[in-house]
């Protein structure tokens, strides 16, 4: 099976833009999970979808959000963007929301780095 | 909070130590997940193990759990340079993964 596909895996963009990422879960996957990753912060949860619908939501600004097809495959949008975006966002994909399974953990792609000037 | 807490924040060993992270946490957990994370690259799932386990062997590593010490441990045998990387704990709880900052292990030839 292919694993998680994240895409574009650089990007660089203007405060003020916005930015689309894009995340194409493991075949079979239902739950897909977005992670800001930056030195400072670490690992954090930005929100999850399972069958098209927002499950989880992490401490966030509106200006995140997201989105999932009836693909399962999913879209992160960050809005006016701040020089604190930038990052290295991570999707993971997992059969059962919130990787909450004994049979399928998180499945992570190698993320897209989000670099903001 | 889930999220748990690895320590120590930072390890540099020899290649062919062992290594050993602790992560520590706040709630009761169903199991507990360990990842690991090359630098620029996603996480990468080791072992998990369920709140009935104690310990748990995965070629060379081998995670323990004390539940009555909301504690587990990861230990790395026969460490290799491919072992450089960061880990991290991941209790799981209500529907959702918490990470840590995990540990950042340096194996050094």
């Known amino acids: 099976k292919a694993g998680v596909t994240q895409t574009p895996r650089y990007l660089i963009k203007t405060r003020g833009q916005q930015v689309t990422l894009s995340c194409s879960p493991i075949?079979?996957?239902?739950?897909v999970s977005w992670y800001q990753q930056t030195p400072g912060q670490g690992l954090q949860f930005l929100f999850e979808?399972?069958?098209?619908?927002?499950?989880n939501k992490g401490n966030f600004p509106g200006r995140f959000s997201g989105r999932q097809f009836s693909n399962s495959r999913s879209e992160m949008n960050v809005s006016t963007l701040e020089l604190g975006d930038s990052a290295l966002y991570l999707c993971?994909?997992?059969?059962?929301?919130?990787?909450?399974?004994?049979?399928?953990?998180?499945?992570f792609g190698n993320g897209t780095r989000l670099t903001v000037t | 909070s889930q999220q748990g807490e690895e320590d120590p924040q930072a390890l540099s060993i020899q290649e062919g130590e062992n290594a050993t992270m602790n992560c520590s946490y706040k709630?009761?957990?169903?199991?507990l997940q360990w990842y690991r994370q090359n630098s620029g690259r996603g996480l990468v799932h080791l072992i998990l193990?369920?709140?009935?386990?104690r310990e748990k062997h995965s070629g060379r590593l081998r995670v323990t759990l004390d539940t009555s010490k909301k504690s587990s441990s990861l230990l790395i045998t026969a460490s290799r340079a491919a072992d450089t990387a960061s880990y991290f704990c991941?209790?799981?709880?209500?529907?959702?993964?918490?990470f840590g900052q995990g540990t950042r292990l340096t194996i050094n030839p």
């Open positions: 993971a994909s997992s059969l059962e929301a919130g990787g909450f399974s004994y049979n399928s953990p998180l499945h």
């Open positions: 075949s079979g996957h239902r739950s």
């Open positions: 979808y399972f069958s098209e619908t927002q499950r």
């Open positions: 709630t009761s957990i169903n199991n």
């Open positions: 193990i369920r709140s009935n386990e």
């Open positions: 991941a209790p799981e709880g209500a529907q959702k993964l918490v």
